[in-house]
């Protein structure tokens, strides 16, 4: 039996993990699910799926390594992620060609400013590897955040969407 979490009202969490490239699904719909991450690393391998906001609070470090490109299961999240504490870091962004594999979720169909809002958090790509972001993906920052660039020499984060906002970088 596949493993699902159904998140139908705004709901507060310790952390997310575990999960698999079939099994794993955590439906948020119109709702906020926030990730309040103590622990200092977890890695998530299911999939989002819903409209809603994605919060990763707490100073922890969770991954999104879900969905293989070929895999049963894909991130299909049209929400928005706000990275209000520690780091949230993606595997990849979807394939350029095939629009598949997306660890983020469904490339919005033109640019959403706040696709990712930096609250005092870090986005990163993470140890596998590098990618470019979909373009339609934006970044607001409206508190001091990061984004990290981790793993090898050849690792790299290429970010196309403008990134606005009063606060730094």
Do not use: C, W
């Not at 507060?12 to 099994?23: D, F």
């Not at 794993?24 to 409209?51: C, E, H, K, M, W």
């Not at 339609?136 to 050849?154: E, H, L, M």
């Amino acid at each position: 039996t596949a493993a699902r979490l159904e998140i139908t009202s705004n709901e507060t969490i310790g952390m997310l993990a575990g999960g698999s490239t079939v099994h794993g699904l955590t439906t948020i719909g119109s709702n906020t699910l926030t990730v309040n991450q103590t622990r200092p690393y977890s890695l998530f391998n299911g999939a989002l799926d819903g409209t809603g906001t994605f919060v990763k609070a707490g100073p922890g470090a969770m991954t999104f390594a879900n969905a293989a490109p070929a895999s049963a299961l894909q991130n299909n999240f049209a929400g928005k992620y706000v990275i209000s504490g520690g780091i949230l870091s993606f595997r990849n962004d979807a394939d350029a060609l095939t629009g598949l594999g997306s660890r983020i979720g469904a490339v919005p169909a033109s640019l959403v400013q706040d696709y990712f809002t930096l609250a005092g958090g870090s986005l990163s790509n993470n140890s596998l590897g590098g990618y470019a972001m979909n373009a339609n993906r934006g970044i607001t920052v409206v508190a001091d955040s990061g984004i990290r660039v981790i793993g090898t020499t050849a690792s790299a984060l290429v970010l196309s969407a403008p990134i606005v906002g009063a606060s730094g970088v």
